[in-house]
T-cell receptor, first 118, second 110 residues
Framework: DGGITQSPKYLFRKEGQNVTLSCEQN?????MYWYRQDPGQGLRLIYY???????QKGDIAEGYSVSREKKESFPLTVTSAQKNPTAFYLC?????????????????FGEGSRLTVL | EDKVVQSPLSLVVHEGDTVTLNCSYE??????LLWYKQEKKAPTFLFML????IEKKSGRLSSILDKKELFSILNITATQTGDSAVYLC??????????FGGGTRLMVKP
């Protein structure tokens, strides 16, 4: 089945540690995104990538880093510089370099990763 | 800065009730408005609206957009416990990115 797989589903981290969240898609989508969701809030865009080896900062990129070495993969690293990293992280993809997500609504989401900093 | 505001923040109703969720927006170069349902983890797509006054309908759910007054509503009739979820509104504008609202948490009691 085609879809987006995020791992791990739950992650605990001590302060000062970097952690990497995995996102893999087999939908052959060009664009991939990382969102952060805090309790009672909507989704805020961290980073997005419209093509391999290229990515752009979203609204809240500070303290995060990404890479896009393969079309299928868009890992997110939460660094120790992120002051308030406890949150629910959602990865998404869309079919056509970000444009189709607006025309068709085809933004596909993974199941999310919940990060808790102890 | 693009802005999307949803109301109410949360809502508790009983099965069979009808609910209306609101989404207002201020964006540059509006392209579309989308509604998603988030039950536990991954949001799932409900509707995309691009034109004013044209109702989109799927079963007991319907939505309409008013581009003059800059808002959309999502109606759910004859609510069921399975409708309990967070409903997210998102607007696509310049730059092709989606701006999400804060969501409305709906709880339907038996």
């Amino acid at each position: 089945d085609g879809g987006i797989t995020q791992s791990p589903k739950y992650l605990f981290r001590k302060e000062g540690q970097n952690v990497t969240l995995s996102c893999e898609q087999n939908l052959n989508h060009d664009a991939m995104y990382w969102y952060r969701q805090d309790p009672g809030q909507g989704l805020r865009l961290i980073y997005y990538s419209q093509i391999v080896n290229d990515f752009q900062k979203g609204d809240i990129a500070e303290g995060y880093s990404v890479s896009r070495e393969k079309k299928e993969s868009f890992p997110l690293t939460v660094t120790s510089a992120q002051k308030n990293p406890t949150a629910f992280y959602l990865c998404a993809s869309s079919i056509d370099r970000g444009r189709a997500q607006v025309r068709t609504g085809e933004l596909f989401f993974g199941e999310g990763s919940r990060l808790t900093v102890l | 800065e693009d802005k999307v505001v949803q109301s109410p923040l949360s809502l508790v109703v009983h099965e069979g009730d009808t609910v209306t969720l609101n989404c207002s927006y201020e964006v540059t170069n509006f392209r579309s408005l989308l509604w998603y349902k988030q039950e536990k983890k991954a949001p799932t797509f409900l509707f995309m609206l691009t034109s004013s006054g044209i109702e989109k309908k799927s079963g007991r759910l319907s939505s309409i957009l008013d581009k003059k007054e800059l808002f959309s509503i999502l109606n759910i009739t004859a609510t069921q416990t399975g409708d309990s979820a967070v409903y997210l509104c998102a607007v696509g504008a310049s730059g092709n990115m989606l701006t999400f609202g804060g969501g409305t948490r709906l709880m339907v009691k038996p």
